[in-house]
């Protein structure tokens, strides 16, 4: 039970996907042996749930709006888990402006004893990138679909998996691609749903072009 908690043991909601995936991460049923990077991830504790925490308050205090996971660490609650340095947390900013302003989120978790770490805040030992979608119409979508789960006890939102790997592949850059590939041999996505957001923006020659690489 334990191994089949993704995010790297650091408390995912225990799935169908997810005790399969560790099955194979325990190298039984066929599996492969693990890689020192996954047992590295097995041995970090628990630490997400401090940090989302704190990012609830930010949505209670009604500096954020709908706070999402998304970018590696949302494809690592549905799939093999990887290095990834940092925490992407999408959300919306109510009644903002033109200009998109993060100046009130950093400046209360500095209230809260959060650190600046150059493009990121370290919320309770997780350094944290606030994103705020803006003419990003894959980005928004994949925000009002984001599901509700639990991580360390404590409710968040993340990208739905389909979403998460068209994210990726819109940012396109070859760790994005390496992602997407590592993503794929362990945890299938549902075809027709990946297909139709790949295709309403654009994108579902480029995957085929490069997923055949």
């Not at 191994?3 to 066929?30: D, H, I, M, Q, Y």
């Not at 894959?138 to 925000?143: C, F, G, R, Y």
Request: hydrophobic share 40%.
């Amino acid at each position: 039970t334990k191994a089949a908690k993704l995010l790297g043991k650091l408390g995912g909601e225990t799935t169908p996907a997810a005790r399969a995936n560790a099955s194979r991460l325990n190298g039984t049923k066929g599996g492969r042996p693990r890689t020192r990077v996954e047992e590295l991830f097995e041995e970090m504790p628990p630490i997400l749930g401090p940090a989302l925490e704190v990012i609830n308050q930010l949505e209670q205090e009604g500096i954020i709006k709908k706070p999402t996971i998304g970018g590696s660490v949302a494809i690592m609650y549905y799939a093999q888990p990887v290095k990834t340095d940092d925490l992407d947390m999408f959300c919306y900013i109510p009644n903002r402006g033109l200009l998109i302003d993060l100046g009130p989120i950093y400046r209360r978790l500095e209230e809260l004893g959060c650190k600046i770490n150059d493009l990121y805040i370290n919320i309770r030992g997780v350094d944290v990138q606030f994103l705020v979608p803006a003419n990003q119409p894959l980005v928004e979508e994949a925000l009002e679909n984001a599901a509700s789960v639990t991580i360390d006890n404590v409710k968040t939102h993340i990208f739905e998996y389909e979403y998460s790997l068209a994210v990726k592949a819109e940012a396109g850059r070859p760790k994005d691609w390496a992602h997407i590939a590592t993503a794929l041999e362990s945890a299938t996505p549902s075809k027709e749903k990946l297909d139709a957001i790949l295709t309403k923006y654009g994108l579902l020659e480029k995957w085929r072009r490069k997923i055949e690489e």
